[in-house]
């Protein structure tokens, strides 16, 4: 029974160092997969979502090599169960040896009385007399008879701890030949421990990942549909306006007064004038657009055609674009309660919006009966002749949805 379970144990044994030369290799090139993975633009959707399908892989065959790294470990913990069994029959062997021995040596300490009364009875038939001579002849005969006996069951005491000690030889060597391998097997288990830990930490921290860019994707996939949400009723928007009136920068400038021949007299007028005049300024503007009428499906709907028309079909945009008719409300300039703009306002290709209406701000102007260019009488100042007032100017803007500005990558 022993050897059987011995041949068992060393036949699983080998089975489990191959299966560990395997799983060695199988791990190295799991982790060479897992090192190959870099981050690329991690807030693009779509690489999001491949990175979490590639780590979920990783981390799929990484459960399965711990499984099969536990069932190895099962394995060596039944092959220490049979050394430890084996152990236990060779230990009963030996005290099966010890109990032969002691019965041994009783026979024999019996064997050296036997022989001690034989002798005891025959020195005492040599000082007797003749008539006690039979009795005498009688027992001591007995006494050969029992030691005979005696002899013959120590020799087979002594065969059968020639076969125990033959036995035990056998067993001596499996059994150091099996602490061998129990302390290989035992090596082999911690490192296998050690695997399996450094699996399960893996798993973990690829578990932990696979959270981190789920949620990730999660966010820019919510980003992605609060951006192109054509249901959208408010957006805000930023941009440049282009107004058709400059913001006015009056300054008195002293003018030397000439004589007719050209000669400088010495005296100056005060002339009014403008640093900053022209038709047309630009300003920073921020605002709100709020969508009336959708009109995402005309622009997307294939022309009737007509046969008596010889102009080309125009191609239409794609269908994710989206356009809409609505009002705009937005400030511009350092001071925004002074410098209104509003008018209606069209979206198109989804982000971008062209604005006309009028601007509605305060501006420093000349009091009544003053020009540029003017000159002044000499107590004055612009105080005197400047005053605040409300212009309504037109003006025609081109922004961008903030949505958009927000979902591009900083």
């Known amino acids: 029974m022993s050897v059987v379970i011995l041949l068992l144990a060393i036949s699983l044994g080998g089975r489990t160092v191959a299966q560990v030369v395997d799983t060695s290799t199988y ?13 690329d633009n991690p807030d693009s959707v779509a690489i999001y979502r491949t ?9 799929d065959s990484n459960q399965i090599l711990q499984t099969e790294l536990r069932g190895r470990l099962r394995n060596l913990v039944m092959l220490k169960d049979s050394l430890i069994a084996i152990n236990d029959l060779y230990q009963r062997e030996v005290q099966e040896k010890d109990r032969l021995m002691s019965e041994q040596m009783a026979a024999i300490k019996e064997k050296d009385r036997l022989v001690a009364e034989k002798e005891d009875l025959y020195r005492k038939a040599m000082t007797n007399s003749s008539i006690d ?45 099996l602490l061998t391998e129990k302390e290989y097997y035992r090596h082999l288990v911690d ?26 994707a999660k966010d820019a996939e919510e980003k992605a549909a609060i951006t192109l949400n054509k249901k959208k009723k408010v957006r805000p928007i930023q941009g440049i306006a282009m107004r058709f009136f400059r913001t006015p920068d009056w300054d008195i400038r002293l003018t030397p007064i000439l004589a007719a021949d050209g000669s400088y007299t010495g005296t100056y007028n005060k002339v009014i004038r403008n640093r900053n005049a022209g038709d047309i300024e630009f300003d920073f ?6 969508m009336l009428w959708d009109l995402t499906n005309y622009f997307n709907s294939k022309p009737e055609k007509d046969s008596s028309s010889r102009l080309p079909e125009l191609p239409r945009f794609d269908q994710k674009f989206n356009y809409d008719l609505g009002i705009y409300v937005g400030f511009g300039g350092s001071n925004l309660f002074k410098n209104f703009y509003i008018g209606p306002s069209f979206r198109f290709v989804d982000f971008f919006y062209i604005t006309v ?15 540029p260019n003017q000159t002044l009488d000499y107590n004055l100042t612009l105080d005197d002749i ?5 212009l309504v100017k037109p003006f025609i803007s081109l922004s961008i949805d903030l949505d958009f500005l927000s979902y591009i990558k900083k």
């Open 51 to 59: 990175r979490v399908e590639e780590l979920s892989r990783l981390l």
């Open 357 to 371: 209406g009028v601007n509605i701000c305060e501006y420093e102007v000349l009091a009544e009966g003053y020009q």
């Open 285 to 290: 503007v921020t605002g709100a657009s709020v």
């Open 191 to 216: 490192s296998l421990q050690k695997r399996v830990n450094a699996v399960e930490f893996e798993n973990i921290r690829k578990q932990e990942e696979n959270k981190y860019l789920a949620q990730k």
């Open 27 to 39: 791990n190295e090139a799991t982790a060479i997969a897992i090192d190959s993975i870099a981050p």
């Open 386 to 390: 400047t005053s605040k007032s409300w």
């Open 133 to 177: 001579q039979a009795k005498w002849e009688g027992e001591l005969k007995a006494k050969e008879a029992s030691i005979d006996a005696k002899s013959r069951e120590i020799a087979y005491l002594q065969k059968d701890i020639d076969a125990k000690e033959l036995t035990l030889k056998s067993q001596r060597e499996n059994y150091e030949h």
